[in-house]
């Protein structure tokens, strides 16, 4: 399998759809959904670390996945994606803060990753683990979590298994992403769920009649091609227009997204000074201590007398 990227589509191109998540309904057939776009800032995140092509792409999708349940959050809310597993990527992290920020980060073993090309599945490369969705909502930072095993061959596949499961909300899902030529990145999603009427404390199981609307919808949405959900010079409303103009979309405000990795010397500090005497007596080196984050790769160096906790 050939490791270069496909020369068919200039991802550099900026467009006003970049970095956004455009929400939109159908409302005759109570169905909502999210389209996210996703360049520079997908970009800042992957360009903190030297990532192999085929974790950038799972990486990228991660965040895509991340944008598009996020920007659903309430004020004061906090989705964090993880995914964990035995193969040669290990982990994947993203988080998504209130108000669009994101960051995200991959841990894996470069020699195993470097046995699979850059269109290897998602379960080639991660094995047996879990996919957990953790959001906080809320001033008392209410917790909820699920978890779903990474049985499919894609992050889309495994998603979608989560909201059968967890949500029982009938939902599709797209993924994509894409490096040029140059090293750019560009990566898209687009989100479909079927509310059921069960918002308002009804069944979430489909009538015969809705079941029909939900096939006739979801069957447009999944007809998106890769390509237009990268094309930086397809609108965002346009592409939705083209995709669901006899069944009445309506869009509304976009959500911006920006790179938010909210690590800071202080905080990590704060941090440090409550570890034992005997670990920062192991960490010290020629009188430093040092640190890097491992969401923006950022490295801190402190000087021993900074880390009391008077200090901190």
């Known amino acids: 399998m050939t490791d ?38 997908l ?46 990527i290990s982990l994947l992290v993203a988080d998504y803060f209130d108000g669009g920020g994101m960051r995200g980060y991959a841990q894996f073993d470069a020699a195993a990753v470097s046995n699979y090309g850059r269109g290897a599945s998602l379960n080639a490369l991660t ?25 499919g061959e894609s992050l889309s596949e495994c998603a979608t298994l989560y909201f059968a499961q967890s949500e029982q909300t009938p939902t599709r899902l797209r993924l994509a992403a894409q490096q040029d030529e140059t090293g750019w990145w560009r990566a898209g999603g687009l989100l479909l769920q079927h509310l059921s009427r069960g918002e308002d404390g009804g069944p979430r199981l489909l009538s015969p009649d809705q079941q029909e609307d939900w096939n006739r919808v979801s069957t447009l ?3 998106v091609r890769d390509t237009e959900l990268l094309a930086a010079d397809l609108a965002s ?10 069944e009445g979309v309506r869009v509304f405000d976009p959500v911006a997204i920006s790179r938010d990795c909210r690590c800071n010397r202080e905080r990590l500090a704060s941090v440090l000074a409550r570890f034992p005497e005997e670990d920062l007596a192991h960490m010290e080196e020629d009188g430093v201590i040092t640190a890097t984050c491992e969401y923006c790769n950022t490295r801190y160096a402190f000087d021993r007398a900074e880390l009391t906790p008077d200090a901190a």
């Not at 270069?4 to 169905?31: E, K, N, W, Y």
């Not at 991340?66 to 035995?86: F, H, N, V």
């Not at 683990?129 to 095993?149: C, K, N, P, S």
């Open 4 to 41: 270069r990227p496909p020369p068919h589509i200039q991802l550099r191109t900026q467009s006003g759809s970049d970095d956004r998540v455009l929400p939109f309904a159908i409302d005759q057939q109570d169905m909502r959904g999210r389209l996210v776009r996703l360049g520079p800032v």
């Open 43 to 88: 970009n800042e995140i992957l360009d903190a670390h030297n990532y192999p092509a085929n974790v950038a792409h799972v990486l990228a999708e991660v965040l895509t996945l991340t944008a598009l349940l996020g920007s659903m959050l309430k004020e004061d809310g906090r989705l964090t994606i993880q995914a964990k597993s035995d193969g040669a």
């Open 127 to 151: 094995g047996r683990g879990y996919l957990a969705l953790t959001l906080e909502q809320g001033e008392d930072a209410e917790r909820y979590q699920g978890i779903v095993d990474l049985d």
């Open 221 to 223: 949405m999944m007809s």
């Open 237 to 246: 409303p346009d592409l939705l227009f083209r995709l669901f103009h006899e």
